[in-house]
């Protein structure tokens, strides 16, 4: 049966989980942004966080909080930046945008610079552009003492040495951010815990075929984890082809807690705090 013909499973009995990474403004969620809030609340998740990727979706981010926030009791935040695919259109008047919006983050519930970083699996950028545009979101990060959410694909070896000079040059908070759906080697993901970041976990964790996530899973210590949609994309099973949501991130815990020998609830609260730490969410 093909998933546009299959009903989705929701998960039971799960409370107080934090999606650290949902698109919730994509026009795929967007038209059903309340049964999409509903959904996740009935599944156990109370808070989101809304990660933008260039500086009209950083405004809808921010729109999308404003509108939403506290609807029966969601807790929504929200990231302003560029993403790699968007590097092209990194201009002065788009920093001016993100500088002035971070000057006044705690009114409009921003806690990230974000997505930022390299992709050289897709290259809608240049790589040189890429990498220009990393160093300067990286550089905002410092100079306005607010963490990340690291994209990078394809690019670990140029990522990590991008990182490793602004942490020579005093540049890369103690606490940089987080590595979003990190799908990078075990060795990468010790060099980025070992920075300071937070490692995501998505749906590609509860993919059968998937041998890399778990190995990184197994290296990351339990105060460093968090778990993410990275809603409409990377629907976890048992939901694999459909539409992800909010709803959908306890399936990433339930496979959280069976690599790790631990109990879904134990799971649950670790990423919340941890999520919450990582965004200096009182």
């Not at 981010?61 to 929504?76: C, E, S, T």
């Not at 935040?77 to 993100?98: D, I, M, Q, W």
């Not at 709803?247 to 109990?263: C, D, H």
């Amino acid at each position: 049966m093909s998933s546009q013909h299959r009903s989705p499973v929701y998960p039971e009995g799960f409370t107080g989980v934090f999606d650290t990474h949902a698109h919730l403004y994509d026009e795929r969620i967007f038209a059903d942004a309340q049964n999409v809030l509903e959904r996740a609340l009935e599944c156990g998740v109370d808070t989101v966080m809304i990660p933008a990727d260039n500086e009209e979706t950083s405004r809808t981010a921010v729109d999308f909080v404003q509108k939403w926030d506290g609807y029966k009791g969601i807790d929504l935040y929200c990231s302003v930046g560029v993403h790699p695919h968007e590097a092209s259109s990194y201009t002065e008047e788009t920093e001016r945008f993100l500088t002035g919006m971070l000057s006044v983050r705690d009114k409009y519930k921003i806690k990230a610079i974000g997505e930022i970083g390299l992709d050289y699996y897709y290259d809608h950028s240049p790589r040189d552009v890429q990498r220009e545009v990393f160093r300067k979101q990286l550089k905002l990060s410092y100079e306005l003492d607010i963490p990340f959410i690291l994209h990078e694909r394809d690019a670990s070896q140029d990522c990590i040495d991008i990182l490793k000079e602004a942490q020579r040059d005093g540049v890369l908070l103690e606490t940089p951010g987080v590595c979003h759906c990190c799908s990078c080697s075990a060795e990468t993901a010790k060099i980025l815990i070992g920075m300071g970041f937070y490692i995501g976990f998505d749906g590609p964790l509860t993919f059968k075929n998937n041998k890399k996530t778990p190995g990184v899973l197994d290296i990351c210590p339990l105060d460093r984890i968090v778990v993410e949609t990275d809603s409409p994309y990377l629907t976890p099973e048992p939901n694999r082809g459909m539409n992800n949501e909010p709803a959908f991130v306890p399936f990433v815990i339930v496979r959280i807690a069976e690599l790790k020998g631990m109990s879904c609830d134990e799971i649950s609260d670790i990423t919340r705090r941890n999520g919450k730490k990582l965004y200096r969410i009182e």
